[in-house]
Structures are given as C-alpha cells and as structure tokens.
C-alpha cells in the first residue's frame, strides 16, 4: 500500500499564495506580465462601457487596473495573495488611481452581488484555476446582463502530444500551474457557464528562458529537468515551440471575447 498524502502539504490555493506572495515585485516589473498587444483589448472592453465597473479576476501585479482604471469608474484588483494585494494597493496610489480598489479570495467563490459588474476581465490567471467551470459562472453571475467578458491566458495548442509538453514544462516550473486549457475547451466551458462566445484571437508569446524561471524562483534542479527535458523532446516539439539552445521558447496566446 502506498503511504498517504502529507498532511502538511499545501492545498493548491495555499501554493497559489506560497508562489506568487513573495514574488509581487518580480511580476510587477516582468516585461512580459507589464506590455503586451492584448492591452489594446482591454481597454477597448472597458471603453466601450461608459462608466464601468471592472473586476480584474487573479489580478496578480494589477497591470491589467492600471491599463484600464483610467477609462473605468471603478476597477476590483482580484487575487488569493495578499502580497499581490498590497503591491497593487501601493502602485494605485503612485498612479493617481483613487479608484482602483484591491479585494482578497479565490475566483471561484466570488464575494460580490450578482450583476454588479460591466466587464469582467482575467490576463495570465486562469492556468491556476481550481475549477474554471465555477469561476466562468461565478464571472457570469457578477456581470450585468449584456456585460462583457474577457479572458487572456496561455493556451493548449489542442494537440495531445504538443499539450503534453506544454503542462509538464508549466508544472516542472510552478507546482501551482492547474492547466493550459485549448481553445475549444474555453469555450466549451463558457458556454456552459452561460456566456455567449463572441470571437476569439491568437498570438504567440516568447519566453525568455532565464528570466521565466527567475521570476518564479524555480529551484536550480527543476530547471536543469527543465533544459533536459526541452533538449531531449521530439522534432514535432521542438519545431512548435520553437525551442532555442538556451531553452527560449514560444507559446500560444488565447483572448477569448464573451457576453453575460
């Protein structure tokens, strides 16, 4: 019989937050998390709503408030690491943003009012989600009706052997990693949520090897796994990736664009 689980070990929530707390300020000054063409979209989501009310779901750094908070009534930073929180809540106010406000908890039980919200947004969150069918109907049910949402994330190409690679690499990197979800499977759950799939869009995202594994602290054998297990994929791998000799690589981005 194999021995039980550990009593003491974290649930994935407390990984969550034992990950990203104490890297706030790297995600905060991460190229990748701080630029980026989606942001255009974003803000044209919140533009297009006079007067919105926005709830950014695992907000981490809270790039995404500050791109949107001056074109928003008001913007709820949402995240499970109160270090990010504090961060956010910090960097709000050397902005200017009196109106950019920070709530702690998980997306899957989210403590607002139904309807309260004009856009629902979510930029490199969901690959954490526990149950991301709870957290899109959680996302419709805050929404007003007619609101939108908007959800980016690393995405599955949808090919079991390219999907292999991609959520081991992930994992290998942050215990805290859930899934890369495809894009079918997106909007599968959307609309099984209740929100009405309106266009989704693609790009591809280069990972600077050293600093994506910097940024999380990935301890140096786990990173030598990582370069080994790179070096040693197939041809197919390598070629989708784009894998480079420092272990570089590129993957796919979803925007996935819905209404309540």
């Given at each position: 019989?194999?021995?039980?689980p ?26 990748v998390h701080?630029?980026?063409p989606?942001?255009?979209a974003l803000?044209a989501?919140?533009e ?8 950014d779901?695992?907000?981490g750094?809270?790039h995404?408030?500050?791109q949107v ?11 499970l ?11 709000a ?16 039980s989210?403590p607002f ?9 979510s930029r490199?969150?969901a690959?954490h989600?526990?149950d991301?069918?709870r ?15 908007v959800?980016v994330d ?9 999907d ?13 990693h859930v899934r ?6 997106w909007?599968?759950?959307g609309?099984?949520a209740?929100?009405r799939?309106?266009r ?20 140096e054998?786990?990173?030598q ?12 791998v390598?070629?989708?990736f ?6 570089s ?12």
């Amino acid at each position: 019989m194999s021995d039980a689980p550990s009593l003491h070990a974290p649930s994935l929530y407390g990984q969550v937050r034992e990950r990203f707390g104490p890297r706030a300020a790297a995600y905060l000054n991460s190229a990748v998390h701080a630029q980026g063409p989606e942001f255009a979209a974003l803000r044209a989501a919140v533009e297009a709503q006079p007067a919105a009310r926005v709830l950014d779901l695992g907000c981490g750094a809270g790039h995404v408030g500050y791109q949107v908070a001056p074109l928003a009534a008001e913007v709820v930073a949402y995240d499970l690491a109160p270090e990010m929180l504090d961060l956010v809540a910090a960097r709000a106010r050397e902005l200017g943003f009196a109106n950019l406000h920070t709530r702690c908890g998980a997306v899957e039980s989210l403590p607002f009012a139904d309807g309260q919200f004009d856009v629902v947004l979510s930029r490199y969150s969901a690959h954490h989600w526990a149950d991301p069918a709870r957290a899109l109907a959680e996302a419709r049910r805050v929404l007003r009706a007619g609101g939108q949402f908007v959800l980016v994330d690393v995405a599955s190409p949808g090919v079991a052997l390219l999907d292999t690679h991609l959520q081991a690499l992930e994992v290998l990197r942050d215990r805290s990693h859930v899934r890369d979800y495809s894009a079918a499977e997106w909007a599968a759950l959307g609309a099984a949520a209740g929100l009405r799939l309106q266009r989704q869009e693609f790009a591809r995202l280069r990972l600077e090897f050293a600093s994506w594994v910097e940024r999380m602290a990935t301890p140096e054998p786990l990173c030598q796994a990582l370069r080994l297990f790179q070096d040693t994929a197939c041809s197919e791998v390598r070629d989708y990736f784009e894998i480079a000799a420092d272990g570089s690589f590129s993957v796919d981005v979803l925007t996935l664009w819905a209404a309540a």
